[in-house]
């Protein structure tokens, strides 16, 4: 069973900066992709930033330039940088790592139990 340890989140002042951490341990394979999304209520889980396991990324327009995800050598584990935050950016953050099952050809993910982030205006 997967088990995600999500860390960082918190309420930090418009403008301000927090540091999202996730780590897999005793995951004994490597998730070909990793990366964090977001919920608010009401609406749909959108893609925050993502990490391949070769170092590719992945950001969503609103956050391009103020957002840096990086992946540690400790292949799952990943840290998301946040910069400039805004109110708009207040939301429940999920982990999140794939993996790709090739005789299918989809990917199978698995979730984090989510991290609160509030930006207060």
């Known amino acids: 069973q997967v088990q995600f340890v999500e860390s960082g989140g918190g309420l930090v002042q418009y403008g301000g900066s927090l540091r999202l951490s996730c780590s897999a341990p005793?995951?004994?394979?490597?998730?070909?992709?990793m990366g964090w999304y977001r919920q608010v209520p009401g609406k749909q889980r959108e893609l925050v930033a993502q990490?391949?396991?070769?170092?590719?990324?992945n950001y969503a327009d609103s956050v391009m330039g103020r957002f840096t995800i990086s992946r540690d050598s400790a292949k799952n584990t990943i840290h998301l940088q946040m910069n400039s935050l805004e109110p708009e950016d207040t939301a429940v953050y999920y982990c999140?790592?794939?993996?790709?099952?090739?005789?299918?050809?989809?990917?199978?993910?698995?979730w984090g139990e989510g991290i609160q982030v509030t930006v207060s205006s």
């Open positions: 999140n790592g794939g993996i790709l099952e090739l005789r299918r050809g989809a990917w199978t993910d698995f």
């Open positions: 005793g995951v004994s394979f490597n998730f070909a992709r």
């Open positions: 990490i391949s396991l070769e170092g590719s990324r």
